[in-house]
């Protein structure tokens, strides 16, 4: 079964920093983008970096110049490097991957289950 799995949230301390990553279960035939969301009560989810397959990257206007997203094509995995966290960065950080596993008819989108990050002031 394909699955994204993300880990490395927590807690840290306002101008720390944090890295998530997001592995993929499961036979893999091509990875389309591949992004990092954010979510908080209330507020619709937003995009927070996303790297495309031909490794362009994008990002936020809040997280630009502090997060860094990145592909290891070795793992099928993605990371996110977040330097410089301040409290508005605390949020639950969504693992997406639009990719082709094995046995399907095309790409499809995939969510993981989420990873809370608090940034205490």
């Known amino acids: 079964q394909v699955q994204l799995l993300e880990s490395g949230g927590g807690l840290v301390q306002a101008g720390g920093s944090l890295k998530l990553s997001c592995a993929t279960s499961g036979y893999i035939l091509s990875f389309d983008v591949r992004a990092w969301y954010r979510q908080v009560p209330g507020k619709q989810r937003e995009l927070v970096a996303m790297v495309s397959k031909d490794g362009s990257t994008k990002y936020g206007d809040s997280v630009k110049g502090r997060f860094t997203i990145s592909r290891d094509n070795a793992k099928d995995a993605v990371d996110l490097q977040m330097n410089s966290l301040t409290v508005e960065d605390t949020a639950v950080y969504y693992c997406?991957?639009?990719?082709?596993?094995?046995?399907?008819?095309?790409?499809?989108?995939?969510w993981g289950q989420g990873a809370q990050v608090t940034v205490s002031s």
């Open positions: 997406y991957s639009r990719m082709w596993p094995r046995g399907s008819t095309g790409y499809k989108d995939y």
